[in-house]
C-alpha cells in the first residue's frame, strides 16, 4: 500500500458543502465543487462528515485518505505550480494542460488526483444507492439494459482494475459508458463528461476490507453512491 507523506495535519470533521461554497469554488457539470481561482490550490471540505459513511468507508480511513492523501495532493501540487506558467490556472485546466506531457507528468499526476479526489467524495452520500433519477435510470436503461446490469459494468471495472486507479461511469456521444483508468489517469482529459467514480487505490478501503476489493466496490455501489450527482453531471 502506498502512503504519499504531507504535513502532519489534525483532521476535523467535516460539514455538508453549503451553496455559498459551491458557488465560490465553481462546478463542473453544475455540481462539483472545484478550485476556480488562482493558485494556491485548495483543499475542499468533504460533503459530509468523517463518521458519515460508516460501517461501509470508517472515520479511520477517511481520516487518512482526505486528511493525508487528498491533502498531499493538494500540498504537492502547489509546490510544483509556484512560479511556473501553472501558478494562475483552475485544478481542471492544470490537469488538462498537462496530460501527456512527460515533463510535466509529477504535476499531473498531483493535479489529476486532486481532482479525482474531489470528484470521488462527491460520488458518494450516506444513505445512498437505491432508485436513481429519471433521467440517469433513463440513460442506464438504454445503454446497459438495466440499472443492475449498469452496477454489475461498474463493478467489474473497478474489481478488474489491475492496481491503482479508478472505476468512472461516463456520458460519452449521449450514450452511458464504464471505463477505468490506471494510477491518475481521468476522463477529464477527454471528450467524455464524467459522472461518478470509485476510487480502487488501496488507501481507499485497505484499512477496513484489506484485500477484499470487491466487498468494498460491491458495498459502495450498494449503500453509499451517489447516483443524484450522477443525474446532475448529465447536464
Given at each position: 500500500?502506498?502512503?504519499?507523506?504531507?504535513?502532519?495535519?489534525?483532521v476535523?470533521?467535516?460539514?455538508?458543502?453549503?451553496?455559498?461554497v459551491?458557488?465560490a469554488?465553481?462546478?463542473?457539470?453544475g455540481?462539483?465543487?472545484?478550485?476556480?481561482?488562482?493558485s494556491?490550490?485548495?483543499?475542499?471540505?468533504?460533503?459530509?462528515?468523517?463518521?458519515?459513511?460508516?460501517?461501509?468507508?470508517?472515520a479511520?480511513?477517511l481520516?487518512?485518505?482526505?486528511?493525508?492523501?487528498?491533502?498531499?495532493?493538494v500540498?504537492?501540487?502547489?509546490?510544483?505550480?509556484?512560479?511556473?506558467?501553472?501558478?494562475?490556472?483552475?485544478l481542471e485546466?492544470?490537469?488538462?494542460a498537462?496530460?501527456?506531457?512527460s515533463?510535466?507528468?509529477?504535476?499531473?499526476?498531483?493535479?489529476?488526483?486532486a481532482?479525482?479526489?474531489?470528484?470521488?467524495?462527491?460520488?458518494?452520500?450516506?444513505?445512498?444507492a437505491?432508485?436513481?433519477?429519471?433521467?440517469?435510470?433513463?440513460l442506464?436503461?438504454?445503454?446497459?439494459?438495466?440499472?443492475?446490469a449498469?452496477?454489475?459494468?461498474?463493478?467489474?471495472?473497478?474489481?478488474?482494475?489491475?492496481?491503482?486507479?479508478?472505476?468512472?461511469?461516463?456520458?460519452?456521444?449521449?450514450?452511458?459508458?464504464?471505463?477505468?483508468?490506471?494510477?491518475?489517469?481521468?476522463?477529464?482529459?477527454?471528450?467524455a463528461?464524467?459522472?461518478?467514480?470509485?476510487?480502487?487505490?488501496?488507501h481507499?478501503?485497505?484499512?477496513?476490507y484489506q484485500?477484499?476489493?470487491?466487498d468494498?466496490v460491491?458495498?459502495?455501489?450498494?449503500k453509499?453512491v451517489?447516483?443524484?450527482?450522477?443525474?446532475?453531471?448529465?447536464?
Amino acid at each position: 500500500m502506498n502512503i504519499e507523506s504531507s504535513d502532519d495535519l489534525a483532521v476535523s470533521r467535516r460539514s455538508l458543502l453549503s451553496a455559498a461554497v459551491v458557488g465560490a469554488m465553481g462546478t463542473l457539470g453544475g455540481v462539483l465543487p472545484r478550485s476556480a481561482h488562482a493558485s494556491p490550490i485548495v483543499l475542499p471540505p468533504l460533503p459530509y462528515g468523517e463518521s458519515a459513511l460508516d460501517p461501509v468507508i470508517s472515520a479511520n480511513t477517511l481520516s487518512f485518505h482526505y486528511g493525508k492523501h487528498h491533502m498531499a495532493y493538494v500540498t504537492n501540487l502547489n509546490k510544483l505550480v509556484a512560479g511556473t506558467e501553472f501558478a494562475d490556472l483552475p485544478l481542471e485546466k492544470i490537469v488538462q494542460a498537462t496530460a501527456g506531457k512527460s515533463d510535466k507528468l509529477a504535476v499531473f499526476n498531483n493535479a489529476a488526483q486532486a481532482w479525482n479526489h474531489t470528484f470521488y467524495w462527491n460520488s458518494l452520500r450516506p444513505a445512498g444507492a437505491g432508485e436513481p433519477p429519471a433521467k440517469l435510470k433513463q440513460l442506464m436503461e438504454s445503454s446497459f439494459g438495466s440499472v443492475d446490469a449498469c452496477k454489475k459494468e461498474l463493478a467489474t471495472a473497478a474489481t478488474a482494475q489491475f492496481g491503482s486507479g479508478w472505476a468512472w461511469l461516463i456520458l460519452d456521444d449521449g450514450k452511458l459508458k464504464v471505463i477505468r483508468t490506471a494510477n491518475a489517469d481521468t476522463p477529464l482529459t477527454s471528450a467524455a463528461r464524467p459522472l461518478l467514480t470509485i476510487d480502487v487505490w488501496e488507501h481507499a478501503y485497505y484499512l477496513d476490507y484489506q484485500n477484499r476489493r470487491a466487498d468494498y466496490v460491491n458495498a459502495v455501489l450498494d449503500k453509499l453512491v451517489n447516483w443524484e450527482f450522477a443525474a446532475q453531471n448529465i447536464g
